[in-house]
């Protein structure tokens, strides 16, 4: 049998603010930070919570530091659907980078795409891209006619 994704066993509650604070500061510090960089660190991101107040902060609060497949308390990354742009969950890299490439039906990675955790606490937030600062839009693979792309590729300020 098939394990299932860690963050269907949590409680929907939100962990207490002081807690999530607490937790924060420890991290920050075990990875080198001196509790001065730790609280400004921590000030940064309730003033990004602040201005974002979306559905990822929401999630990557409930979450508490933990991957919603695996459990662990690692540095995390936003997990989102790449054909709706909605954020679907945070996952550490290692669980991220296989979600991505494993697509067989009834596996852990296919089970947390059926019920992650944005559906668990039933948050909607579309993806917002921390490079380009734009959010995800939903694609239509339907309409890409990937024939005609390989040849504009191929052709394109080569002059052929």
């Given at each position: 049998?098939?394990?299932?994704?860690l963050?269907?066993?949590?409680?929907?509650?939100?962990?207490?603010?002081?807690?999530?604070?607490?937790?924060f500061?420890?991290?920050?510090?075990?990875?080198g930070?001196t509790?001065?960089?730790?609280?400004?660190?921590?000030?940064m991101?309730?003033a990004?919570d602040?201005?974002?107040?979306?559905?990822?902060?929401?999630?990557?609060?409930?979450?508490?530091?933990r991957?919603?497949?695996?459990g662990?308390?690692?540095?995390?990354?936003?997990?989102?659907?790449?054909?709706?742009?909605?954020?679907?969950?945070w996952?550490?890299h290692?669980?991220?980078?296989?979600?991505?490439?494993?697509?067989?039906?009834?596996?852990?990675?296919?089970?947390?795409?059926?019920?992650?955790?944005?559906?668990?606490?039933?948050?909607?937030a579309?993806?917002l891209?921390?490079?380009?600062?734009?959010?995800?839009?939903?694609?239509?693979?339907?309409?890409?006619?990937?024939?005609?792309?390989?040849?504009?590729?191929?052709s394109?300020?080569?002059?052929?």
């Amino acid at each position: 049998m098939t394990a299932n994704p860690l963050c269907w066993y949590w409680p929907t509650e939100l962990p207490d603010r002081g807690d999530t604070r607490r937790r924060f500061l420890e991290q920050a510090e075990r990875l080198g930070c001196t509790p001065e960089q730790a609280q400004v660190l921590w000030d940064m991101e309730c003033a990004a919570d602040a201005v974002v107040n979306d559905g990822a902060a929401l999630l990557a609060r409930w979450q508490d530091g933990r991957c919603a497949i695996c459990g662990k308390v690692r540095d995390l990354v936003c997990d989102h659907d790449h054909e709706t742009g909605l954020v679907r969950g945070w996952l550490c890299h290692s669980c991220n980078t296989a979600e991505g490439t494993h697509w067989e039906p009834d596996t852990i990675f296919a089970r947390y795409r059926e019920r992650p955790p944005a559906t668990i606490l039933g948050v909607t937030a579309r993806y917002l891209n921390p490079v380009t600062g734009a959010y995800a839009e939903a694609r239509h693979p339907q309409a890409v006619d990937w024939a005609d792309k390989w040849t504009d590729a191929a052709s394109e300020d080569i002059g052929l």
